[in-house]
DNA sequence: GATGAATGAGGATTCATTCAT
DNA sequence: GATGAATGAATCCTCATTCAT
């Protein structure tokens, strides 16, 4: 028995694989202009170009999609991390934080709708492995990064870190600001700021 | 012209206030429980011991209801803050910092749930004037509190400071995390060093 | 959490009671006319006279209409064995067995194709204890009345006399026969010869 | 003009041989299974390591795969019927009865999973020629034995006899009986009872 | 001949909303 | 005003069948 969300077919010939596409790429569209609630099975299968029952010949259910989706950014996510991480790996603190900020912040800055619909789904969806591993290796990113650099609590720290970043750019987003270098410089500000600031009474 | 996500009548009478309340009531236990997709017209109804005919009486559409409640979950944030604001008028910054953050975070804090699936019901409601305006109150409390103490770019950083406020407190939210004392002095710290800190290149 | 297969609400008001009876009536007439591949909700809905919605107003489901045929059939079933076997309570085996097997008999002979196709649907819905009981009655009835009069085995013998008797029914369904008058005495002919007669080598 | 319940080709080669009969084959598995419900043409063809193409190569429609086990069923059971009554030709009743009741039994004893889905799709299908010949013939078997042995009204004893068989047996496989010495023994004790038992009243 | 991608009519079910009583 | 029965558009999904490669 099948894992439900995970693809139907494994798409190996150059049709199946451009239905399949066609498909996610289709999902995309319609999370990016109308958000998850646009997203219906019949008008992701009209927009692709496909018919419904081809779609279901990939995916077994609407949810599958979603979650195909989602697994892609996050695996995206955690692949700019990576890599940024190893850019950083013998830079400084104050230096290597905010090229980590720079690509947690990236893929929101690039698709901001279609991120927000993403992180949406991906709360309605059951908690898939696949995604849980990426998170946990975005997290791992910054917390390796922290205690080399002899952070205490880099756990938490890097939880903190994700977390103000997500909520700053959502909320520039919200307030419809577009200088996303004045936006990227604030972020990293933030991020050194928390890890070097020493409350009063602390 | 009539807005149709205003209530239809404004209850005058003590039976009609307690209806319109009970159902209000009922939407809002039903967010907690099970998220916006679980609101359905005919349930809240149920809940709240009322036909559904006579839900329709006070709200002309499902969209009114969750529309009341958005409205005054932003009322009830935005008193909290104009009263931290207040008190904290005449404390240096790195004191009033914290108690506006603190004041930001509570609603998050009290009731996760329900707070999570009334913003995601505000991104799905048309934009509206009422919510609009409290939120810009919260922001200008932030900036009133940041200009007085000789923040520059005090818009800007109000924005900040709100969106690392949510961001964070969802953030250790997924990760079931619930020492909020901790967090909030995290959130606290966050804000007084995106404040402070100067980038080595700034 | 009620049964899925009870009906959703108890009818009590008389325009309630009618669109429920009107819904059980529809399905039956489809059932008898196209069997049990022809009840769509769709159909039953457009038959009743009833829209689609009030249709799942009082069945939660397809099958819950149809169990809820079945379990009347049954009923019905077990009253008129057990006021038959209260009627023949006092008379010798040879004259109680036939009007036992009589009122066996009855409902495959007033609505034989219904009620094939209502068996067919039994054996395609989840065992229900409703049913299981009703059929239960049906067997003790026959199982008392032979026992009463001394035949060995009467639980086997009760379950053998079901059989015949329903495959004699179908039988001469199948061959379009139509004397039912004849039918009958043969069926009680074949139960008298069974409970009587002694195999050669036996 | 083109009978579509007719398999499509008739296969001379031994490919197209061992593809049409893994078809039926498939076929046969899932009925035993999952019933005519889990019949699906995808289903079958993939059971039977072919391509969806390919079986309608050799079925022009999914009721002319049902069709061709119907027919072969039959015509299986026919074959036993004749040939025990030829071996029964010159045993006196009460041994050439049994004779043909154990052989009537033997499919439904054999497969009563297969054989009851196979029922229920022939009721489903058109009626067939082939397939109403072989059960004339079974119906004829009975009739010559009785007829032969000085029974009054044969044709209405073979089919009664017919209908008393597939009962029983159904029966006891609804109450998971399992011991079929004994029901066999019954069975045939029900066929000579019912062609020896004279009602009190006729 | 074989393949399997594609088709789309059709079926079950939900739920916001209306309106007769 | 209140009630709750009724409505039907919209949604997800299945599966027999076709046809381009």
Do not use: W
């Amino acid at each position: 028995m099948s894992n439900s969300k995970k693809p139907r077919k494994t798409p190996v010939q150059a049709r199946s694989r451009a239905t399949f596409e066609a498909i996610l790429e289709a999902t995309a569209q319609i999370l990016d202009a109308d958000g998850l609630a646009g997203v219906t099975t019949n008008r992701v299968a009209e927009r692709a170009g496909v018919s419904i029952g081809s779609l279901y010949q990939y995916f077994p259910s609407r949810d599958a999609i979603l979650a195909e989706l989602v697994r892609r950014m996050r695996l995206s996510m955690s692949a700019r991390l990576l890599a940024a991480n190893a850019v950083a790996r013998d830079l400084p603190l104050e230096q290597a934080v905010p090229m980590l900020m720079e690509a947690a912040v990236h893929q929101y800055q690039a698709e901001p709708r279609l991120t927000a619909a993403l992180e949406e789904a991906e709360t309605r969806l059951p908690r898939s492995a696949d995604v849980l591993a990426e998170k946990r290796r975005v997290r791992d990113a910054f917390v390796e990064c922290l205690r080399n650099r002899g952070v205490e609590q880099p756990e938490e720290a890097a939880l903190d870190m994700i977390g103000m970043t997500r909520g700053m750019v959502m909320a520039a987003r919200g307030a419809q600001e577009v200088d996303y270098a004045s936006l990227r410089t604030r972020i990293a500000r933030a991020a050194m700021g928390y890890l070097t600031y020493r409350l009063p009474g602390g």
